[in-house]
């Protein structure tokens, strides 16, 4: 669980790193922020998906009593 925890706080900081500084490039040479925000949309979208996906994959289980 600490492992995983882990694993998911370095993606989100490197998101939270590389994110803003590509959406400046992109918006500094498409001159618009179409591009830079289509882009952001696919990247959550694609989460949304593999989320869905692994939870078909290992549906929740109850609590034990």
């Not at 669980?1 to 490197?14: E, P, Q």
């Not at 490039?25 to 618009?32: A, E, K, S």
Request: charged fraction near 10%; glycine fraction near 14%.
């Amino acid at each position: 669980s600490a492992t995983l925890f882990g694993r998911l706080t370095v993606a989100y900081g490197m998101g939270q790193m590389i994110g803003p500084s590509l959406a400046g490039f992109i918006t500094d040479r498409t001159d618009g922020f179409g591009l830079a925000l289509s882009g952001a949309a696919a990247v959550v979208l694609a989460g949304a998906a593999a989320m869905a996906a692994l939870a078909r994959v290992d549906p929740p289980r109850p609590p034990a009593a």
